[in-house]
Each structure stands twice: as structure tokens, then as C-alpha cells.
């Protein structure tokens, strides 16, 4: 069964930071063989995409979402099938329900959802002012 458990959200003031993971689990292949991402998604919004990181052995470089560029950034530790997402200089527009996902083909679209085969169930990101 595969799994995909985040972890690290939480209540921080504006400018400060956290850092997310995303444990993966149960996957048919090995880690380093998916293609990553974030999303994430505030009350009455649509799921939006943050970040994402090539599988282990590509040299392609990670988009970001112009809202979070220069201040979040997309890592993985494919020893220990973990994805992170640092964040900083957080501001009160970054609250939402953060999630991971998994593609076990590199996506035509990383930004779409729909290009992604696993997700997680989340972790809560609040930022208050």
C-alpha cells in the first residue's frame, strides 16, 4: 500500500519558517524513480501547485510557483524515501493545507494535478500576521 505521509506544518508568524516532509512508503518502484511535487490549498481555493523535483538520476531543474520563487525550496533524500520543502520568509498568503505527490512518469505538466499518480493527506501551514 502505498503511502505518502507529510509532516512539519503548523502556526507561525509572518517571516518565519518550517520545514515539510513527505514520507513515502509502498511504492511500487524505488523513490529516486518518481517525479515529486507539492501542492497546496486554502479554504474556498482550488489546489495549487508550489514545487517539484526530478526524478534521482535527472539533472532538471525544479519549478516553483512564482508566488513562493526565492523563498521555499524543493529537496529529496532518496535514502530514506523523504521529500522536503523548506519554507521561508512565510507570509499570511501561504496558509494552506500543504501536500505531496508522486509520478512515476516525468509529467508533460508538473504543475497540473491530474499528472500525478499519489498523494498524501496533507499537513495544515498557518501563518499568522
Known amino acids: 500500500q502505498v503511502q505518502l505521509v507529510e509532516s512539519g506544518g503548523g502556526l507561525v508568524q509572518a517571516g518565519g519558517s518550517l520545514r515539510l516532509s513527505c514520507a513515502a512508503s509502498?511504492?511500487?518502484?524505488?523513490?529516486?524513480?518518481?517525479?515529486m511535487g507539492w501542492f497546496r490549498q486554502a479554504p474556498g481555493k482550488e489546489r495549487e501547485f508550489v514545487a517539484a523535483i526530478t526524478m534521482a538520476w535527472s539533472g532538471g531543474a525544479s519549478p516553483y510557483a512564482d508566488s513562493v520563487k526565492g523563498r521555499f525550496t524543493i529537496s529529496r533524500d532518496n535514502v530514506k524515501n523523504t521529500l522536503y520543502l523548506q519554507t521561508n520568509s512565510l507570509k499570511p498568503e501561504d496558509t494552506a493545507i500543504y501536500y505531496c505527490?508522486?509520478?512515476?512518469?516525468?509529467?508533460?505538466?508538473?504543475?497540473?494535478?491530474?499528472?500525478?499518480?499519489?498523494w498524501g493527506q496533507g499537513t495544515q501551514v498557518t501563518v499568522s500576521s
Open positions: 509502498g511504492l511500487p518502484f524505488s523513490f529516486g524513480a518518481y517525479f
Open positions: 505527490a508522486a509520478s512515476r512518469r516525468d509529467p508533460r505538466n508538473p504543475r497540473r494535478p491530474d499528472d500525478y499518480d499519489y
